[in-house]
């Protein structure tokens, strides 16, 4: 069973930056992609970032642009958003996603990942 472990979340002023890990284990970690995505009170859940198996193909949703950047780790099975020039809107729960094995491409839409960790708060204070 594949388990997703968020951490690095917390609370932090406007223009400051944090760094978000996920930690997968129960499967092979390098054979799939793994996404990341966020819900703030009151709104649904929306995309973030998303990086393939290989990290070659990056997504980002266009409000995180030149902001977030997302890298893993395949030999230490984590992957990380850095998020930098936070706003108050980047406010919400942060999710860490996993695709299938075998689903390396990454992707925009949640319906396409199958295992979520369970969410760590980012909280960005004006």
């Known amino acids: 069973q594949v388990q997703l472990v968020e951490s690095g979340g917390g609370l932090v002023q406007a223009g400051g930056s944090l760094r978000l890990s996920c930690a997968v284990s129960?499967?092979?970690?390098?054979?799939?992609?793994l996404g990341w995505f966020r819900q703030a009170p009151g709104k649904e859940r929306e995309f973030v970032t998303a990086?393939?198996?290989?990290?070659?193909?990056?997504y980002y949703a266009d409000s995180v642009k030149g902001r977030f950047t997302i890298s893993r780790d395949n030999a230490k099975n984590t992957v990380y958003p850095q998020m930098n020039s936070l706003k108050p809107d980047d406010t919400a729960v942060y999710y860490c996603?996993?695709?299938?094995?075998?689903?390396?491409?990454?992707?925009?839409?949640?319906?396409?990942?199958?295992?979520w960790g369970q969410g760590t708060q980012v909280t960005v204070s004006s």
């Open positions: 996603a996993r695709r299938r094995s075998g689903w390396g491409s990454a992707s925009r839409l949640s319906s396409e990942y199958a295992s």
């Open positions: 129960g499967r092979t970690f390098s054979d799939a992609a």
């Open positions: 990086i393939s198996w290989d990290g070659i193909t990056i």
